[in-house]
């Protein structure tokens, strides 16, 4: 027997993204994606469940090649409102990186990660609205992580990436790089 999955009435949408959000409170991001699936099956367009699922998604990152970056890249990229798109996919890119780290994956390989975060902070602080920081907060977050990383390591990494957009280039600018 194949079992059918049940559509939510579109009436209970907004009890359900509470359970969702619940869940991710409650460190039970499976559980909050699949509400989130729910919800979109009802209403494809729905942003706070667009929002919530790629959360959901970039809860469960633990720096291996299961991460479904493509999967929580798709529902950020969903999101209609310009600020909301740049601000969630830096989002992305920051947590893809902190997992990376946590794995113990070298430097070299999730500081690039944290300067794609820093380029989306950055263009949602141009769009934020107004009193809302939140993009500022997560940007000097990204560049307390990166001063974390040794002199060494953090120089292997700005070779990986061109002169002008390196890994760390926006973080900070080293002295020898104005000489």
Known sequence: MEYQLKTIAKSGIEAA???????RYLNEPEESESICQDILAADPENQAALRLLGLAITDQFRGSMSDRYPEAESAFQRLSDPYRREYYLGILSERRAKAQARAGRPSPVWVPLLEDAMKHFEAAEK????????????????????????????EEAVGLGDEDTGP???????PKAGR
């Open 17 to 23: 993204l509470s359970k969702a959000q619940l869940y």
């Open 127 to 154: 769009l934020k609205p107004t009193d809302n920081e939140e993009a500022v907060l997560r940007w000097n977050r990204c560049v307390r992580l990166l001063r974390a990383v040794p002199a060494t390591e953090r």
């Open 168 to 174: 760390l280039q926006l973080a900070r600018r080293s």
